[in-house]
């Protein structure tokens, strides 16, 4: 009898151990497709393998352990949004920026931005929008500027992002809320 196709024998061994190894990959890359709406595009160079070869095993492994297939597309964009609505709510909290502020010095759409930062906000239970809204008012700038001076943002960035028409009128509009707020000045980052 050859040894190769015994029951005991080292390919029979290598077989299972890369059954084992694929249900393990199968089950990772549904549970992240599931959970945190990964393509499977991305999902191909985290496990070394290509995006169709994840696909099929997760497709396999959801099959043998009875999970549904394919998994339904609404629940990976929820997912998805929640994910990447993470990165754009602390962009905007820390930031104190608006929905439409934010979303333009992120260069994403202000409707995908303001879908994904609200799911993540009402999947979290936090506040949404991030701010009061005296927080989002105009008059509210030249703090927000202040702030993002402090961090080490150049003045022309800040004057982009906050809409002011050029660099000197932010300066301004930052120097005079300094002078009325005791605020030490010039900012140093």
Partial sequence: MLKGHTPGGKTGIRRNREKILQNEIGSAAYGWRLDFGYSWKELGPLFNKRPDAIRRLAQRWAEENRSP?????????????????????????????????????????????????????????????PYSEHEQHMSYAPLRAYEMRKNGMLWKDIARILHYTCTQNCREAVHNMCQKKNLPWPIKS
Wanted: no cysteine.
């Fill in 69 to 129: 297939w394919p998994i339904p597309s609404e629940h990976v964009t929820k997912a998805r949004n929640i994910r990447i609505g993470r990165k754009y709510y602390q962009f905007m909290e820390a930031h104190g920026l608006s929905i439409l502020h934010a979303a333009r010095a992120m260069n994403v759409g202000v409707d995908k931005f303001k879908i994904a930062a609200q799911s993540y906000a009402e999947d979290g239970d936090w506040l949404w929008p």
